[in-house]
């Protein structure tokens, strides 16, 4: 059964700073990662889609890496702003679900201007 | 705009009332998905339907039923609430299997049962 872990829960950190959130899966045989960000009482708004022959994807100040054999994944937000201000969610498309998302439990972030 | 559309956005139902959640979307996408979302518990899927014609239970398909109308539409019907289903639910599309493609989501639908 996959499983998918997002340490840490909850983090905060002061306008300018880098932001580095981490997604761990336990089964390798994925098709995709995708990484989310969800506003309060809002819905999903896809970031960024890895596929599972891809090491990274960059989007603006955006940029997602893809370690398979790790099972690993990261989320790099260069320059933070307020704006950035949000959850994010890691999920992954893998055989072991019928190819199905799986979710993290999302990391809470606060950045203070 | 393109997307997932997703009808009523807030609805209140008394214990034992029935609703249907509606949900479309114009992407050409085959295959679609219904989600719960509760505090602590993460992004459950109550049901999918990987293709037009086809539906089949997620994680959590009590007490819920779905039919997907034609390729654009997927519904879920609660046919006796309960307070259990409070909670926000979430529609999403995709290409079921297809590495090139994610999934888009909706806004939601916050539901509360008293």
């Known amino acids: 059964k996959q499983e998918v872990t997002q340490i840490p829960a909850a983090l905060s950190v002061p306008e300018g700073e880098n932001l580095v959130l981490n997604c761990s899966f336990t089964?390798?045989?994925?098709?995709?990662l995708q990484w989310f960000r969800q506003d309060p009482g809002k819905g999903l708004t896809s970031l960024l889609l890895?596929?599972?022959?891809?090491r990274e994807q960059t989007s603006g100040r955006l940029n997602a890496s893809l370690d398979k054999s790790s099972g690993r994944s990261t989320l790099y937000i260069a320059a933070s702003q307020p704006g950035d201000s949000a959850t994010y969610l890691c999920?992954?498309?893998?055989?072991?679900?019928?190819?199905?998302?799986?979710f993290g439990g999302g990391t809470r972030v606060l950045v203070k201007p | 705009n393109a997307g997932v559309t997703q009808t009523p956005k807030f609805q209140v139902l008394k214990t034992g009332q029935s609703m249907t959640l509606q949900c479309a979307q114009d992407?050409?996408?085959?295959?679609m998905y219904w989600y719960r979302q509760d505090p602590g518990m993460g992004l459950r899927l109550i049901y999918y339907?990987?293709?037009?014609?086809?539906?089949d239970k997620g994680e959590v398909p009590n007490g819920y039923n779905v039919s997907r109308l034609n390729k654009r539409e997927f519904s879920l019907r609660l046919e006796s609430a309960a307070p259990s289903q409070t909670s926000v639910y979430f529609c999403?599309?995709?290409?079921?299997?297809?590495?090139?493609?994610?999934?888009?989501f909706g806004s939601g639908t916050r539901l509360t049962v008293v």
């Open positions: 999403a599309s995709s290409e079921l299997g297809h590495p090139n493609y994610g999934y888009t």
């Open positions: 089964d390798s045989a994925i098709y995709n």
């Open positions: 890895i596929q599972s022959s891809q």
């Open positions: 999920a992954v498309s893998s055989k072991a679900a019928g190819n199905k998302l799986t």
């Open positions: 992407m050409n996408h085959n295959s």
């Open positions: 339907s990987a293709s037009e014609g086809t539906t």
